[in-house]
Structures are given as structure tokens and as C-alpha cells.
């Protein structure tokens, strides 16, 4: 039997890891990296298996140079934590293997630092590689030859997380997009062939979910309608679901902005008792859109963008954002049109970034070929993209500019007004429905979403020291609440203000040290 420990390394702050809203929620961390549970399950259970996210507590260097073996995994923005942990599991003799995101697009990165690497996905290689280095005769890298099939993926192991510390749970139920966006690594990592889960895997993951109070749970698909036909059929057995048990868990989760051509897909969403859905946006600027390949938003089936927006929060589900600047077509006139696309479209979160170029995408090929790459590990304008109408500074200072922008408390709290205080938009439809039919659920359910909105904004008051915006908050809440007079409305609301309170300080802080803002995701 080994003694085996898989790591997460800690976050620098960023825009989704709400280092600054957690501590309101009473939580350590946002949510549990997919893999860690997943590849716990695909351990043989001769072996003893350890989860440690350090996000939640810190590494004990002691326990680690014991194990027989250290797993390390991460992303990109995860990489310079990753090689101080290795530098230091190699100081003290220990044996360890990485995984993970950044590593299967920059193999050469740790160098000698790692014993054994894993490029892609690991669900056949991680258990070869545990039966050969048990035999002692592993090798020095390990990629599957093939994609795995999700069919025969193992529910994961959510026993072993420290679930009180975290906001949100994550599941996964499909991996792969069709898509040839020129600047995304998931059809790199995944491929552009959605594969999914069966039903009963769907069903059984989420049940190990609630057992562990995960109720709040990202579904971490980078598509989830990759494959619209075939994910319907996993809704329809999730409503049905939420119907039988009383509609105990609330989902968000990632798709396509075609997703608004699909009135039935977006019922059973709805239904599903999804309630955010987060959609690549990227620009206002359709020949950026073009340039990159992102060409499902320039269809003109359904209107334009904000009427396919508009159309999407109509039909209940809010609508989160991802947004980039620095395309080659776009001059410094892209900021403007962000900031005002953005409030036009009434899209409460946006996370906005620089365009950078990640190994191995086809953004970064094209880019080196034509000697417009910063290769340094640490960019000094924030990003390795060269851009083509404007400079790196100006790009850098119009970036700072619009996040400043979005998140002046007037500006984010219009768009939350101008959306959930809209009567067409019915955010939790499903679930309001089901409590409606139902006296004594419904009274617990609305007590208890006025218990948590008085106790969000009782912490707000006590934390925020800016005394302006402690005014807005409180303003804010009790214009809502004359407004509506809903529980429901009111928590959801207060969660906002904390959201607002997260981002509000990270673009204070970055735009004191000049520095651009960490997009976790």
C-alpha cells in the first residue's frame, strides 16, 4: 500500500477566486478542483489517498516528504506556485508527479523538478502509471493514446474534500467543444468531440454532492451544450430529479452563446434548476470575432448578440460573461464599446482579460510566427500577446480602465437593477415554482433566504470599511426590499453586494500597483 497525496497549490487573488466575499460566506475557497476527487476515485483503493487544496489550508511540508508519492496538479496562473512547491518536495527527497492543465501545454516547464508527468487527460494513465511504479518500472511521462470515454469514468471521491470550507461544489458532466476558437486550449486538451456521462453517472455524482452539502454546485463543462441532443436527455433526468426531491440543489454552469437557438434546451436548463449561465462573449467587435474563429456569435440567427442575451435572461437564466481585449482589429475604441456592450446587455458579472496566447493553440502558433510573442514567464505589461492597432501600455492602461469602470458601484449595481428587478426575468423559476405548490417548503425556504440576507448584511456592514460603500449596500437592500417585499430576492441581492465588494477591491488594488487582474479561469 502507498501512502499517496494529491495537491491543489493556492490561487494568486483573482477575479473568481472572491478572496474578498469568502470570508462573508464563512468559506476558505470558491470550489474544489475537478480532478483531485476524480483521480482519488481512480486510485485502487489498496492505496491510502490524501486531498490537499491550499487554498483552504496551508501545505504541511512534513507530511508531504513522508508520502510515497506527491501528485501535483494546476493551471497557468497556478504555474509559479506549483514550481515552489516541486523545488521544495525535491529539497526534501520526495517522489512526485504533475499533472494538470499548464503542464500539458508547456511539458519542458518544470524541468527536472517533477519525476513523472501526465499530459491530457489521466484516467487510464494514472492508474497504469500507479501499477508500474508499484512494480517499480514507470516511465518519465504518461499520455493516453486515446480520449477517455466518460461512460466509464468513476463517481468521484467528493468524501475525502473538505466540503464546509468551500462555496461551491463542481461536477462535470461532459468534456470537448465543437468549436475552433483560436485562442482557447480546451479543444487542445479535450478535443472538439463532445463526449458525456451517462444518466445514472449524472445522477449518482450529484446525490454524492448533496450528501456532502455541496447543494451549490458550478457544473465545470467548458460547453455544456457541445453536444445539445445528447445533454438534453441528462437534464430532463436532472429535473426530474429536482422534481422528486424537493428541488435541493442549485447549478451554473458554461455553454455556447448558440444556446439561445434552442428554446428547449434552455426550459430544461430552467427546469434543471440551473440558474447562471456563464457564455464567451469575448467582443462587440465582430471582425475580432471573426478573426478568432468565435464565428457562433456573429450568426444572425436569433439577432444580434445583445438581442441573444436579452433572449437567454428572458427565457430565467442570468448570464454571466467572459470578455477579451486586444484582438488584432481592435484600436483603442474597444474599450469604450466593452464598457457600454456590457451595461447594454445587462450582464451583472463580466470577467474581463487581455487576449493571451496559451502553447499550443492555434492563437499562439500564429503569433510566434510572426515574432509577436513576449516569452518572459512573467510579461510585464500582463500579457505575451504583442498586440497589432495599439501598444502594449495602452492596452494594458484602456484593460485597467474598463474594469474600473464596470465595477463603479453605480455602473455594476444598474445592471443588477436594470435585471432582476425587470418582471420578465424570472431567475429560479422552477424551484419558486415547486415551493409555490407547496405551503410549509415554501415558508422554510423564504425564512430561511431572509435569516442569510440579514446575516450577509450584517457582515457587510461590519467588514467594509468604506463608509460610502456601506452606504450603497445598505441603500441598495432597502430599495429592493420596498420594492419586491421577497426573501428570495433580497438573499440574492446581498450576495450580489458581496460579489461587488470582491471585485471592487481587487480593481481598487490593482489600479494602486498598476498590475492587471488574475481571471482564475
Not at 452539502?213 to 445539445?228: E, S, Y
Not at 440551473?274 to 456569435?297: A, C, H, W
Not at 500564429?366 to 497589432?388: C, K, M, Q, W, Y
Amino acid at each position: 500500500m502507498a501512502d499517496i497525496v494529491l495537491v491543489n497549490p493556492r490561487f494568486e487573488p483573482s477575479y473568481w477566486g472572491l478572496e474578498h466575499a469568502l470570508p462573508l460566506f464563512g468559506k476558505k475557497a470558491n470550489l474544489p478542483v475537478a480532478c483531485l476527487p476524480l483521480l482519488a476515485a481512480l486510485t485502487p483503493r489498496e492505496h491510502c489517498v490524501a486531498l490537499v487544496d491550499e487554498s483552504i489550508q496551508p501545505l504541511d511540508w512534513d507530511r508531504l516528504a513522508r508520502a510515497d508519492l506527491v501528485g501535483v496538479t494546476g493551471m497557468s496562473v497556478q504555474r509559479f506556485r506549483m514550481k515552489e512547491i516541486l523545488a521544495e518536495l525535491k529539497a526534501r527527497g520526495a517522489f512526485t508527479v504533475v499533472g494538470g492543465p499548464w503542464v500539458t501545454v508547456e511539458e519542458d516547464y518544470f524541468g527536472e523538478l517533477a519525476d513523472v508527468i501526465f499530459i491530457g487527460e489521466a484516467e487510464e494513465t494514472w492508474p497504469r502509471f500507479l501499477r508500474q511504479w508499484t512494480a517499480g518500472a514507470h516511465q518519465r511521462r504518461y499520455e493516453q493514446s486515446e480520449r477517455s470515454d466518460m461512460t466509464q469514468v468513476p463517481c468521484p471521491r467528493y468524501d475525502l474534500l473538505r466540503s464546509r470550507d468551500y462555496m461551491f461544489g463542481s461536477v462535470q458532466f461532459s468534456r470537448g467543444c465543437p468549436f475552433q476558437c483560436e485562442f482557447c486550449d480546451i479543444i487542445v486538451t479535450f478535443g472538439r468531440r463532445p463526449r458525456l456521462k451517462t444518466r445514472a453517472q449524472v445522477l449518482a455524482e450529484i446525490q454524492a454532492l448533496h450528501r456532502q452539502g455541496l447543494d451549490l454546485t458550478f457544473i465545470v463543462d467548458d460547453n455544456l451544450i457541445g453536444n445539445k441532443h445528447a445533454v438534453k436527455d441528462l437534464l430532463r433526468a436532472l429535473a426530474g430529479w429536482q422534481e422528486e426531491n424537493g428541488y435541493p440543489m442549485t447549478f451554473f454552469t458554461e455553454a455556447s452563446l448558440d444556446l439561445c437557438e434552442d428554446d428547449e434546451l434552455i426550459d430544461l436548463m430552467v427546469r434543471a434548476n440551473i440558474q447562471s449561465v456563464f457564455i464567451g462573449i469575448e467582443s462587440p467587435n465582430e471582425e475580432s470575432l471573426r478573426e478568432t474563429k468565435k464565428l457562433q456569435n456573429v450568426r444572425r440567427r436569433g439577432g444580434t448578440m445583445l438581442d441573444k442575451i436579452h433572449k437567454i435572461q428572458r427565457l430565467g437564466l442570468e448570464v454571466w460573461c467572459g470578455m477579451i481585449v486586444g484582438f488584432d482589429h481592435d484600436d483603442p475604441g474597444v474599450f469604450d464599446a466593452q464598457v457600454r456592450f456590457i451595461q447594454e446587455a445587462r450582464i451583472v458579472h463580466a470577467m474581463v482579460g487581455m487576449l493571451a496566447a496559451i502553447p499550443k493553440t492555434p492563437l499562439h502558433s500564429r503569433l510566434a510566427r510572426e515574432g509577436r510573442l513576449d516569452f518572459s514567464d512573467r510579461p510585464e505589461f500582463g500579457t505575451n500577446v504583442i498586440p497589432l492597432r495599439m501598444g502594449r501600455d495602452e492596452l494594458a492602461d484602456g484593460y485597467r480602465r474598463v474594469m474600473r469602470e464596470l465595477y463603479q458601484p453605480h455602473a455594476y449595481f444598474d445592471r443588477v437593477d436594470r435585471l432582476f428587478l425587470d418582471p420578465r426575468f424570472q431567475v429560479g423559476a422552477a424551484q419558486r415554482a415547486h415551493w409555490r405548490k407547496r405551503f410549509w417548503p415554501r415558508v422554510k425556504a423564504q425564512a430561511a433566504n431572509m435569516i442569510r440576507a440579514l446575516a450577509i448584511q450584517r457582515r457587510l456592514m461590519r467588514t467594509v470599511k468604506e463608509g460610502s460603500l456601506r452606504q450603497e449596500y445598505r441603500r441598495r437592500l432597502r430599495a429592493v426590499w420596498r420594492s419586491k417585499r421577497d426573501p428570495y430576492l433580497l438573499f440574492v441581492y446581498a450576495v450580489k453586494c458581496v460579489m461587488h465588494y470582491h471585485y471592487y477591491t481587487m480593481v481598487r488594488d490593482m489600479a494602486r500597483e498598476r498590475r492587471t487582474l488574475v481571471n482564475t479561469f
